[in-house]
């Protein structure tokens, strides 16, 4: 592409959609305060991706308490599959959607909240972006799930939400793994590189967002290069 206003050459550049919810969105633990663009997961990756020649637009679509297919009772908007499609339809053309959800899944709300139950949201979530309605000769993007870290003993005032949560989530490595086996799409599991904070058990220290994003940008670095260079 070229820009005239410059005079030089735009390279064209990978289109990453992130799909998810407050781990993603960066809200710092126990607070409701946001990190920098700069300094949370999505942000960190764009800018390792970057750094290592390919170039990236990371689109973040974030809601706290997103869940993947749920409703939530008390706060209108977090069922996940609710407008997933139009959010294709918005983005596209896209390189590659990351799918980040499931810890919302285990709050005592709703009476499917089990691992096996979070792995089949996913699953309806896949299922519903390879149906979405994008444009004719739009590429159909490669999927990357990405399965949450364990919720460990919830701290203040997210703890009622999440009571039982560190039992309910057991398993749910291998459930994320089942699933994206019968699917066809890349896992990449955040349990074997971060942790959730101390500080609430669920959310991500900012450490720990500069940690995932380059763990991440090491996984997604062969699923761009493998693609043709986009050329939107």
Same mark, same amino acid.
């Given at each position: ?6 005079? !030089? ?21 126990? !607070? ?122 919830? !701290? ?18 291998? /459930? ?40 991440? /940008?090491? /996984? ?5 290069? /493998? ?6």
């Amino acid at each position: 592409m070229f820009d005239s206003k410059a005079g !030089k050459l735009i390279h064209c550049m990978y289109r990453i959609l992130v799909y998810g919810d407050s781990l993603s969105w960066g809200i710092v633990p126990n !607070k409701r305060e946001r990190l920098q663009f700069a300094n949370r997961w999505p942000g960190v990756m764009e800018g390792s991706l970057s750094t290592s020649g390919i170039p990236v637009r990371v689109i973040e679509n974030c809601l706290n308490g997103r869940r993947t297919v749920w409703e939530d009772p008390f706060k209108a908007g977090r069922n996940g599959l609710t407008g997933l499609a139009q959010v294709m339809e918005i983005n596209a053309p896209l390189s590659l959607i990351i799918l980040f959800l499931g810890s919302n899944d285990f709050q005592f709300s709703h009476p499917y909240n089990d691992a096996w139950s979070a792995a089949q949201g996913i699953t309806t979530l896949v299922n519903e972006i390879r149906r979405a309605p994008i444009e004719p000769g739009m590429p159909v993007p490669p999927i990357l799930l990405i399965c949450p870290p364990r919720v460990r003993s919830p !701290k203040g005032e997210i703890a009622p939400k999440f009571r039982g949560a560190e039992e309910r989530s057991a398993g749910l490595g291998e /459930a994320y793994a089942q699933a994206a086996s019968a699917l066809g799409c890349t896992l990449f599991d955040a349990e074997n590189v971060t942790t959730t904070s101390p500080h609430d058990g669920v959310h991500l220290d900012a450490d720990q967002h500069v940690k995932l994003g380059k763990a991440i /940008a090491e /996984a997604v670095n062969p699923i761009l290069r /493998a693609q043709k260079q986009p050329d939107f």
